[in-house]
């Protein structure tokens, strides 16, 4: 065989028929980057009308394309023909991967888990895109944990290029060869990062942003500890940057890894912050305020 040339019995690796569950920020994102790479995908949500405003998600992102003169309307229909939005589970039949963005709570995830696997192909890979729960853990819910494993994507997806890939204690090889591949598909870079607590990238990001959030409560101004950040060179300040990833999703890793840790848990000052903003419905930048008022 000629350098480089597939060998005619290897298996083609690429992936088919996406199920994405959960049509929120991340969900949408991972359907409108999959299907612009030519994937099938089938996007789930609990209601029609939350599975469809996922899919209006691709089609707002299309039609700025078109303004752009980067998108063509044949170009928009071909993308938005391979989505299919819909509330029911059994849409999933014959999907070779699935990546789950509900929301962060353990519960969700595992009953999510159990009902998808219900539909899905025996050889199927279940995926998690999780900001910070232990892959092992969820991994419990799955009928195959060596088919369950991580993919984490950053927002707005259609802009990150870094996506985790994140193997759980008894993840196969299998599964992280489909993650690689599947991230390879959608043109993005993976890592394969081990199920440590916040794997890499938040490990890095959470303590710049819960400092910025301390020193909110300390007293010192948002406007200068922005500034100061973007001098040092950091493309968002650490307050903006919790408003873009949501006020909500912040809460949500807070009580989950509070009731991991328990005493030993180390930003409880700066969940009062988050948990008050919540509390306000001050959820981020999807909600026009956060730390900031967007209009
Ligand atoms: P989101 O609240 O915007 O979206 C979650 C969606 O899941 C909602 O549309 C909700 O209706 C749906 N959902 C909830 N339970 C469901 C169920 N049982 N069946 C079907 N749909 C259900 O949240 P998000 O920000 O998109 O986050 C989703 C996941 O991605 C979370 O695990 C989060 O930690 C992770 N994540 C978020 C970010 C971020 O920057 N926001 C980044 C990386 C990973």
Redesign the pocket.
């Known amino acids: 065989l000629e350098k480089g040339a597939n060998r005619p019995d290897a298996p083609d690796q690429k992936v088919k028929k996406l199920g994405v ?7 949408a994102g991972i359907a409108y980057v999959s299907a612009q790479a030519g994937i099938e995908v089938v996007l ?3 209601t029609q009308e ?1 599975a469809d405003r ?1 899919k209006a998600y691709s089609e707002g992102l299309l039609d700025k394309g078109i303004k752009r003169r980067k998108v063509t309307e044949q170009k928009k229909a071909q993308v938005l023909g391979r989505i299919t939005a819909t509330p029911d589970f059994a849409a999933l039949a014959g999907c070779d991967l699935v990546v789950e ?4 709570d353990p519960k ?1 995830k595992a ?2 888990t159990a009902r998808a696997e219900a539909h899905l192909p025996a050889d199927a890979i279940f995926a998690t ?4 729960l232990p892959i092992t853990e969820l991994a419990k819910a799955s009928r195959s944990p060596e088919q369950f494993i991580g993919i ?4 707005p997806v259609d802009k990150m290029l870094l996506v985790e890939i994140i193997k759980g204690a008894q993840t196969g090889d299998r599964a992280v060869a489909k993650a690689l591949d599947f991230v390879r598909q959608i043109r993005k870079t993976p890592i394969v990062v081990n199920d440590a607590r916040y794997f890499y990238a938040n490990r890095c990001i959470l303590p710049y942003t819960n400092e910025g959030i301390r020193m909110v409560r300390e007293g010192v101004a948002p406007a200068l500890i922005e500034n100061a950040a973007k001098l040092v060179g950091m493309p968002l300040g650490p307050l903006q940057l919790t408003d873009e ?2 006020i ?2 912040g809460a ?2 807070a009580r989950a890894t509070r009731a991991a840790m328990g005493d030993a848990y180390p930003d409880a000052d700066v969940d009062e912050v988050v948990f008050w903003l919540e509390d306000e419905g001050r959820l981020g930048r999807k909600a026009n305020a956060g730390f900031y008022a967007y209009d």
């Not at 895109?129 to 910070?132: I, K, L, P, R």
């Open positions: 569950i959960g049509a929120g920020m991340m969900g789930i949500d609990q939350s996922g963005a509900v929301f962060e969700v009953e999510t895109n999780t900001s910070t984490h994507f950053f927002s990833v949501s909500d999703l949500k890793i």
